[in-house]
């Protein structure tokens, strides 16, 4: 069964050497296809409690402006166009049992934003005194490496919950994308298997499976994988950070007819522990509070993992070293 964990994974490179950047890279190709399991260090996770609300301030500063599907007017700056349409949402096999059965959605058409919120556009927010510091330090004290190398301008903010997500989004006059978004941004409409369709994840196409606190094992500037974009033109929709979405995390959301409550989510909870379903949700513990969706895959995580299916789940408090965002409208 797959790792579902988004702070940790098996990853595909064992046998990086610590000492040597270039054999990291080229064992990185080779390993790609040929993955050696390592252990999970759920030492990782920070878990911070949420802190007071905070007002909502203006836009935040973004690249080229980017228009529609079909050529028509410019749209937010930053921001890429997803049609309308009926899409499949899930899987009818393999992944774990949360991704199944395969559904269709119709969505509205909505924008993304082509990258992940970086460092540089998330601080400006914390400039304005809306938005909350993200984790600084949690790398470090974490082994996983420098601080630096996760704070680099371009490469995308860490350490913030779903909480701070939401308020950059709010005061960007935007939101957080919900999970069908998400995957209806990754898949299109022709049911492909990863955001850039259907061959297996390679160095050129994500950033992915790297080993925490080894040589070069840290995110990557945004937008750096343009042969991994989506079919709507968006870079890093899989690899580099998880992703927050709107969503509660529901275990039976594609069995239902309409979304669940947190009520009605912890009672399926309950039921799953109850009938010891454990791998119903991955290898993540099944919840014992409603949690938000993370979608997308990290730099840590296995080539499998990255898939357009794949659900993890965290409490919005959670801070995490893997984890991001981006915003929708």
Not at 23 to 46: D, G, K, M, R
Not at 59 to 65: F, L, Y
Request: net charge negative.
């Amino acid at each position: 069964m797959p790792a579902r964990f988004a702070g940790f994974s098996a990853s595909p490179l064992g046998a990086v050497n610590r000492c040597s950047r270039v054999a990291y890279w080229v064992l990185l190709a080779f390993t790609a296809c040929h993955p050696v399991s390592a252990p999970p260090e759920a030492s990782l996770i920070e878990d911070m409690a949420t802190g007071d609300a905070l007002p909502f301030g203006s836009e935040r500063e973004t690249p080229d402006a980017a228009k529609t599907a079909d050529g028509g007017e410019a749209g937010p700056e930053g921001m890429l166009f997803v049609p309308a349409g009926t899409f499949t949402m899930g899987a009818e096999s393999g992944g774990e049992e949360d991704e199944r059965p395969a559904h269709p959605v119709t969505l509205e058409g909505f924008w993304l934003d082509r990258t992940p919120v970086t460092n540089d556009a998330y601080r400006v927010c914390v400039a304005e005194k809306v938005c909350r510091e993200g984790d600084r330090t949690i790398a470090s004290r974490r082994d996983a490496g420098s601080d630096a190398d996760f704070l680099a301008a371009r490469h995308p903010i860490v350490g913030v919950s779903w909480d701070d997500a939401k308020t950059f989004c709010s005061w960007a006059g935007k939101r957080l994308p919900r999970e069908a978004e998400y995957e209806r941004a990754m898949r299109g409409d022709d049911h492909r298997k990863y955001a850039w369709g259907d061959d297996p994840p390679s160095a050129t196409t994500a950033t992915f499976g790297r080993v925490i606190g080894w040589v070069g094992a840290t995110t990557d500037e945004v937008g750096t994988h343009p042969a991994g974009r989506g079919p709507y033109g968006h870079d890093d929709l899989a690899g580099n950070v998880w992703e927050w979405c709107d969503d509660y995390y529901d275990p039976y959301a594609y069995r239902r007819t309409a979304p669940a409550t947190c009520a009605e989510i912890m009672a399926t909870q309950d039921d799953l522990r109850a009938r010891n379903l454990q791998g119903f949700t991955g290898s993540n513990p099944i919840p014992h509070e409603c949690e938000r969706v993370l979608r997308g895959g990290g730099f840590n995580y296995e080539a499998a993992g990255l898939r357009v299916t794949n659900r993890v789940h965290h409490p919005a408090r959670y801070r995490m070293l893997m984890a991001g965002f981006r915003c929708a409208k």
